[in-house]
């Protein structure tokens, strides 16, 4: 079904009553729901939001648009949890009621202040002539789980120079400060990040563009400044990033800058290592990453991407986010990967062996985990979500000895977004065993090389048929299959 505008940019309550209450049970035949991943209850979720530790909890927010797997008037709908992997609906959280976020509430961040959790994003409004207004605002969530808006905008006006793609706030706490990272564009059509400063979350100050010097596309999303042991971590969305800046293929990459250390009174970074894919991987977009209390840098993604299309819009609902990382610096290489709190969604275990040059063949749930060490100079594949025959997989063929790695989504009954490219490929160490530690999710699969120095997330849409797994390689080595379940 196409979508007018006016379908998609409904006010919530003209929606009938029952409309959801049926959607979902529509929803309930899909074939592709997910099991252990954050998926919408109706309709479409992209970025992760307000992603934070408050009150006792894990609190975590997303864009919502309940009403159709489409991108529509956006919403925040709220998630809590005791363990980073059950999540308990909370509901809609900050619906696009206010003059100054009409058209959406956009992505942002949370933060804990005294006894309260402090809510930033952005209000994206169009006026008349549907051209677009940004709106940095700021809203409050008490212990109970009640949210009360502020009024009036943080920030009202885009500064001198910048257009009105101007979104996705994150504040962090910086010494006796608060910051408020934003991404932007320049009226150049180059992408930015600007950064305020303020000292009670009321008055903010514009310190500028964060000096970086490097390529951003046109357009900046989801920008994150993290300080991550003692380097300064930045995840960011650059559209438009130049394909020789950084080779990729995806309609727009999420990813990493890692630097010395960020000064406030330039508003730069030190020594910014050149820009680097956070995931090589298809559908990995929007990352937002916090310091939790107990130390960790802990992040978490959208799986999904922007103008692609997917299978599940026919069925009334779409994507969904990724498992919890945590992201740590070692030898000065990033590192992602799940959280120790993943090991509870596992209920039975079997090891399998895989025999020189004969295939390990398992019957699956399209539920499940696989740990693997690949010995040095051994070639094969792995091929997930397979028919019986291994004719229809997503199938990741390795070989230890030149370090490469790539997957491969083409033998499928449903094409995604081709144009893209349906492969990935990403490159190891050379002449050395490879550890793969992947998660399998009926329609999505997250894949972890030596322990999240690369990552690969797929999203990949099986018949009802295509429910094995085959593991062959022309040396000796063990599977560690694991059930999972919520
Ligand atoms: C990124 C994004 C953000 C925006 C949100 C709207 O996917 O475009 O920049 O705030 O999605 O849903």
Redesign the pocket.
């Known amino acids: 079904m196409e979508w007018t505008q006016e379908q998609r940019y409904r006010s919530y309550q003209d929606w009938p009553a029952d409309y959801l209450e049926h959607l979902k049970n529509t929803i309930q035949a899909s074939n592709w729901r997910l099991n252990y991943h954050i998926q919408p209850v109706t309709g479409l979720v ?2 992760p939001n307000g992603f934070s530790f408050f009150n006792g909890e894990w609190h975590l927010f997303y ?1 919502a ?1 309940p009403f159709g797997a489409v ?1 529509g008037l ?1 919403s925040w709908y709220h998630v809590s949890s005791s363990d980073l992997i059950h999540w308990e609906e909370k509901g809609l959280a900050l619906a696009p009621d206010s003059v100054y976020d009409a058209q ?1 509430v ?3 961040s949370g933060l804990p202040v005294g006894e309260k959790l402090f809510l930033a ?2 209000g ?1 409004v169009r006026d008349q002539a549907w051209e677009r207004h940004s709106y940095q605002l700021g809203a409050w969530m008490d212990t109970d789980g009640v949210i009360e808006k502020i009024e009036e905008p943080l920030i009202k006006q885009m500064p001198e120079g910048i257009t009105a ?1 101007f ?2 706030p994150q504040i962090i706490r910086y010494k006796e400060t608060y910051l408020m990272i934003i ?1 932007a564009q320049t009226t150049g059509e180059k992408g930015t990040i600007l950064v305020y400063e303020s000292y009670d979350l009321k008055k903010w100050r514009n310190l500028g563009t964060l000096a970086i010097s490097q390529d951003l596309g046109f ?1 900046v ?2 920008p994150n400044l993290l300080f991550i042991e003692d380097k300064i971590l930045l995840l960011l ?1 650059p559209q438009g990033l130049n394909q020789k800046t950084l080779p990729y293929q995806n309609v727009y990459p999420n990813t990493y800058i890692l630097a010395d250390a960020y000064k406030k009174e330039t508003n730069s970074l030190e020594n910014p290592a050149p820009q680097q894919l956070l995931d090589e991987g298809f559908d990995l ?2 990352t937002q990453a916090f310091t939790a209390p107990d130390g960790r840098c802990l992040s978490i993604g ?1 799986i999904g991407l ?1 103008e692609m299309s997917y299978p599940t819009f026919e069925d009334g609902w779409a994507h969904c986010l990724s498992l919890v990382k945590e992201l740590k610096i070692i030898d000065g290489q990033l590192l992602q990967y799940p959280v120790a709190e993943t090991k509870e969604l596992r209920r039975s275990y079997e090891q399998l062996i895989v025999e020189s040059n004969e295939a390990v063949t398992k019957e699956t749930t399209n539920c499940y985990e696989l740990e693997m060490v690949i010995p040095k100079n051994t070639q094969g594949v792995v091929q997930l979500f397979a028919d019986e025959k291994g004719e229809q997989s997503l199938s990741l063929t390795y070989d230890t000895t030149v370090g490469k790695v790539r997957l491969d989504r083409r033998k499928t009954d449903e094409p995604l977004n081709p144009a893209f490219g349906e492969t990935r490929e990403t490159v190891l160490e050379e002449n050395s065993p490879l550890h793969l530690r992947l998660f399998v999710d009926h329609s999505t699969c997250e894949l972890f090389f030596n322990h999240g120095l690369k990552t690969m997330t797929a999203a990949y849409y099986p018949t009802p048929q295509q429910l094995n797994l085959f593991v062959r390689g022309n040396r000796k080595f063990q599977l560690d299959y694991y059930l999972l379940e919520k």
């Open positions: 992209n970025d864009q648009f991108h956006k959406g956009y992505s942002g994003y952005t994206n793609h979104r996705d991404g357009m999303e989801c969305c977009y929007a959208w922007p």
